[in-house]
């Protein structure tokens, strides 16, 4: 048997060693690269943690009838801009409006009555009594027209401020009376981020605090000022509300998702230029310069803060990292530093 596999090996060794390639010859060195570098160190952040909420309106209403009554016209429309006062619905006041006429004919009644007491009174034909009786009718009449006619001022809904219509939940012909909901709206210029803190977490926060807040859809950090604590706890979610005063921004508007950066301590990390980070399929590099040469090494990333990226892995302070350009530089290619 031993004979067989010697024999076996020595018929086989010159196939395998006719079956290696030939050394290619080595390629020409890339010409050097001008690129920024930066030096790398792990430096002490504030620590926080996101808590997802809703861009909410400071000011927004739900626009109802005070008298029952038929729409008679609907004057605005979802997406409408209105100023304050400005009529939103007209109610048809037929009732209304019989119900005025009947006080003011008694009010004039009651004045007529009283005239005639007071003349009466001089003449010392008419008794005090008598007299201050009629005085009640007629502030009696007197107040059931002021009723009628603020009940008829009802009869014309208006804007309580100004602002944009939301939402229209009802039409010509609809039946308005207290309580049914008309309209929505709201005021966009002034909004508020509205998140729901973990009871863990309260304690890091009190009123008057500036917090980070991203938004989907605005680009640019927005700080975001704690205007309202809820002093308890929901029961169920074991959480806060906690509502934060937004400034004007590009994009804003009410609904849109986002999160808080509520802090939660002290951290020790290494952050680099996003620009910095290379990103291939599921792996992420950078390219270290040492030696007038960039090498590349694999990094792993964590948190996104602003313009910058936290790295959990890959580098140490003190190396010196390609901060611009490094889409351009090849593993092993000679680099120059701009400054």
């Known amino acids: 048997m031993k004979r067989i596999l010697l024999s076996i090996l020595i018929v086989a060794g010159p196939l395998l060693s006719g079956c290696h390639k030939p050394t290619a010859p080595n390629q020409p060195e890339l010409p050097p690269v001008a690129v920024q570098v930066q030096t790398v160190e792990r430096q002490a952040y504030a620590a926080a943690e996101a808590v997802v909420g809703t861009v909410r309106p400071k000011l927004s209403t739900v626009i109802e009838a005070k008298v029952s009554g038929r729409i008679a016209e609907m004057l605005v429309v979802p997406g409408q801009t209105v100023q304050l006062g400005e009529r939103l619905v ?53 107040a059931a027209e002021a009723e009628a006619k603020t009940m008829q001022g009802y009869a014309e809904i208006v804007a309580p401020f100004a602002g944009v219509i939301t939402r229209k939940l009802a039409d010509v012909g609809d039946l308005a009376m207290p309580g049914k909901p008309l309209l929505q709206m709201e005021n966009p210029d002034t909004l508020r981020f509205e998140a729901d803190v973990p009871e863990a977490l309260i304690g890091n926060v009190k009123l008057g605090d500036k917090l980070p807040v991203h938004v989907t859809g605005v680009a640019d950090e927005i700080a975001g000022a704690i205007a309202e604590i809820s002093p308890a706890a929901d029961p169920n979610s074991r959480t806060y509300s906690v509502k934060l005063d937004l400034p004007g921004a590009t994009g804003l508007r009410s609904g849109q998702f986002g999160h808080v950066s509520v802090p939660v301590g002290e951290i020790k990390a290494i952050r680099v230029p996003a620009a910095a980070v290379i990103p291939r399929g599921q792996l992420e590099m950078v390219f270290v310069v040492a030696n007038g040469h960039a090498q590349m090494r694999l990094v792993k990333s964590g948190r996104h803060v602003g313009n910058e990226i936290e790295l959990v892995s890959g580098l140490d302070s003190g190396e010196s990292i390609v901060r611009s350009g490094a889409t351009s530089v090849t593993d092993g290619q000679a680099v120059t530093i701009q400054q």
């Open 90 to 142: 007209r109610l048809d006041a037929h009732e209304i409006q019989s119900r005025l006429d009947q006080a003011i004919a008694a009010r004039q009644q009651a004045e007529s009555d009283l005239k005639r007491m007071t003349s009466l009174l001089e003449q010392k034909i008419l008794s005090q009594s008598e007299f201050d009786n009629a005085q009640s009718q007629f502030r009696m009449a007197a």
